[in-house]
């Protein structure tokens, strides 16, 4: 039996929720289709969900189509859950794309599908609503070829068009062979020489050439090389029954091996009724069984956690069962691992897990409501940040505040249901502010002594900053012999400087430099007779600790480092006769046109703009285009800033800016 494990996305509002229950109820999982007005369809599972309409949390339903088993991946269509979209495209075989007949191609449409592409997912599109007044066919068609892809194939045609009663007359056009010889010689020069057959053998070569073209498109989609275009509408289920075919004769099934070496990723994790977590994980090889004791974690990192599986349960016929293994290819729900986290690779790394997406540039407090235990909204908060790594929390035990990192406005009201509905904790937030980084201007170098003042601890430390490439991260070097101290002293440096750049001279995270240790030294273990090891005589882990923040935080001092906030790049998309009105406001918000293009009575502006300022650009938009203004817009690049103040962030750390308070914050051995 073939396994397809599939993906719906959409931007919002294509329907895409509605399609996946017309879809459930079409294949016999459910009796009646939900709607998402009424709150009551199987995949949106979070309360929150159901009050507005959009998809957050992705959620699997399994269903048979003849022989092939589905497991059907529902994902967010709003830009503020993008993470969310990106975990489950690692774990697709096939997704299908809908897109509204009545409004087109969106701008989240166009960010989906150029994702889709670059992961070379093999994609249907599916165009929903044919029911509804304003629907079109050629125009939707031409806004996929010229805005989404030109390898699109029409599968049929549309009766009815913008009438309840519209349906999909399944056919494959005759432009289909047009984008199929594209990829295809053979296929034309076989077509071409089908047609110039006589003495009544045209009709065999015709239905030879149809059975050839049919094989070619599904040969050529499941290389991801063009995409089927449906038509169709998930309320009346007018041609749902020709994108199940679809689903089932052009989209690739899963593969692994069952006996090759355990493999997986974790796209998902959930607390149980207990509070015990579930990792939702896809196998690619390898088969995992009950009481199995694995390796898991993030392939970047070191230190890889073990753990033992204690119960399985997989995806069957509209729910799921419990199992005593899961081999490669299915989806599964897994518990027992308790550090599991999202992006954690099972057994052998397939590949590093990549973001497909960009990390969150936002962040804001969260406001403990009157008589809100702040512990509580803390480990609330850990337990969010631990089914989602890109929701990142930064707690200020001073100020007794914990901010989270977002994508977008929409994100807050979510958190904020979420921590009012599942545990019961009322919020607020304050304004939203930009997450800048740090880079070094220059290189900077400190040291301190063992036994000299001012140094309170038992360690030499010496540290010299570079800059390094854009990108590069951070990297940490060596001058000094590995055999000069015990290892563990250069791992405690090397683990406080990582964490020390977390807040810079500004108090953003430091990246792009390398940190190179150019002393080191340390007393050894002093014992006494009789009393044996003397701890105020012999260094431990934590003089160096201590130590490293001190002497890194004065090399990035004298290295200097500059303040850049992050920017994205926007496409913008209006009537031309509104340039004039657009155009003060762009510069106003620090939007920086690249290219102009005209395009008949449109006017297509691309370039760079500060992502602090995309959420105000995207409100003001309607009203300087008449409603006609269309933007996209994803993180790029980050900048220098150069205007006005430079942005501050309050520390969270024992600020080793000030050496006195630090002394006062860190425990400390003063020594002489």
Same mark, same amino acid.
């Given at each position: ?120 997912? @093999? ?42 009663? +519209? ?5 494959? #056009? $005759?432009? +289909? ?31 030879? &050439? ?62 149980? @009724? ?37 119960? !399985? ?46 990390? $969150? ?53 979510? %958190?904020?249901?979420?921590? #009012? ?13 930009? !997450? ?35 990108? &590069? ?55 006494? +007779? ?20 001190? %002497? ?34 762009? &510069? ?13 009575? %449109? ?6 703009? @500060? ?21 996209? &817009? ?15 962030? $309050?520390?969270?750390?024992?600020? $080793? ?16």
């Amino acid at each position: 039996m073939h396994l397809l494990n599939l993906g719906i996305l959409a931007h919002v509002d294509a329907g895409k929720t509605s399609l996946t229950e017309r879809l459930l109820h079409s294949v016999g999982v459910i009796d009646e289709p939900g709607r998402v007005d009424d709150g009551n369809t199987r995949t949106d599972t979070l309360a929150l969900e159901r009050q507005r309409g959009i998809t957050i949390k992705s959620a699997v339903v399994s269903f048979a189509i003849d022989d092939v088993t589905v497991n059907l991946i529902d994902t967010p269509g709003h830009p503020d859950f993008i993470a969310e979209v990106e975990r489950v495209l690692g774990v697709l075989d096939g997704a299908v794309l809908v897109v509204s007949a009545v409004e087109g191609v969106q701008a989240q449409t166009r960010v989906l599908m150029r994702t889709l592409q670059r992961l070379h997912i @093999p994609t249907l599109l599916f165009v929903n609503k044919i029911d509804r007044r304003g629907a079109r066919y050629d125009g939707v068609l031409r806004e996929i070829s010229e805005r989404l892809t030109p390898a699109a194939v029409p599968m049929g045609t549309v009766r009815g068009l913008g009438t309840p009663d +519209a349906r999909f007359v399944p056919g494959l #056009a $005759p432009t +289909a062979l047009d984008v199929l010889a594209d990829h295809d010689d053979d296929l034309l020069a076989a077509y071409v020489e089908g047609g110039d057959m006589s003495h009544g053998t045209h009709a065999t070569s015709s239905a030879m &050439s149809h059975t050839t073209l049919r094989a070619a498109l599904a040969a050529q989609t499941r290389q991801a090389l063009v995409h089927p275009v449906h038509f169709g509408s998930a309320i009346t289920g007018a041609g749902v029954k020709a994108l199940v075919a679809g689903v089932r004769e052009l989209l690739p099934p899963a593969d692994g091996d069952p006996d090759g070496p355990l493999s997986g990723t974790v796209f998902k994790v959930e607390r149980g @009724p207990a509070g015990e977590k579930v990792a939702y994980a896809r196998l690619f090889s390898g088969t995992l069984r009950i009481r199995d004791r694995i390796p898991f974690g993030e392939v970047r990192t070191e230190g890889r956690k073990e753990g033992r599986v204690t119960a !399985i349960s997989v995806f069957d016929h509209g729910t799921d069962v419990r199992a005593d293994a899961v081999p490669a290819g299915r989806i599964a729900r897994l518990w027992g691992l308790t550090d599991i986290r999202i992006g954690d690779a099972l057994g052998e790394p397939r590949k590093a897990y990549e973001h497909f997406f960009a990390p $969150p540039t936002l962040e804001t407090v969260v406001v403990p409501g009157p008589g809100v235990d702040t512990r509580k909204l803390h480990l609330a908060l850990t337990r969010l940040a631990e089914q989602d790594p890109l929701i990142d929390l930064r707690h200020d035990e001073v100020r007794q505040e914990t901010a989270v990192s977002l994508y977008g406005e929409v994100q807050k009201e979510v %958190v904020q249901a979420t921590l #009012a509905g599942e545990f019961g904790l009322e919020v607020t937030f304050r304004e939203t502010t930009v !997450i800048c980084i740090e880079r070094p201007s220059g290189t900077g170098a400190a040291v301190e002594f063992n036994k000299k003042d001012p140094n309170p601890f038992l360690a030499t430390v010496g540290l010299r900053v570079d800059p390094a490439p854009t990108g &590069s991260g951070v990297e940490f070097r060596l001058e000094v012999e590995l055999g000069a101290m015990p290892y563990a002293f250069f791992k405690a440096v090397e683990d406080t400087v990582r964490e020390t750049l977390g807040q810079g001279l500004h108090g953003w995270q430091v990246t792009d430099c390398t940190v190179t240790m150019t002393h080191s030294g340390y007393s050894p273990r002093q014992s006494h +007779a009789h009393q044996g090891f003397d701890k105020s005589m012999s260094s431990t882990g934590a003089d160096f600790r201590g130590l490293a923040p001190l %002497v890194l935080i004065e090399a990035l001092r004298r290295a200097g480092t500059r303040v850049h906030e992050p920017m994205h790049r926007f496409r913008l998309e209006a009537p031309a006769d509104t340039l004039g009105a657009l155009l003060p406001v762009l &510069s106003a918000l620090r939007a920086v046109p690249q290219t102009t293009e005209t395009q008949g009575a %449109v006017c297509v502006l691309e370039g760079a703009v @500060p992502a602090g300022r995309v959420h105000e650009l995207e409100q003001r938009l309607p009203g300087l285009t008449r409603g006609e203004g269309e933007l996209e &817009s994803a993180f790029d690049h980050y900048a220098p800033i150069t205007h006005g103040t430079v942005p501050e962030r $309050p520390r969270t750390d024992h600020n $080793p800016l000030n050496r006195k308070e630090y002394l006062l914050n860190v425990t400390r051995r003063v020594g002489s």
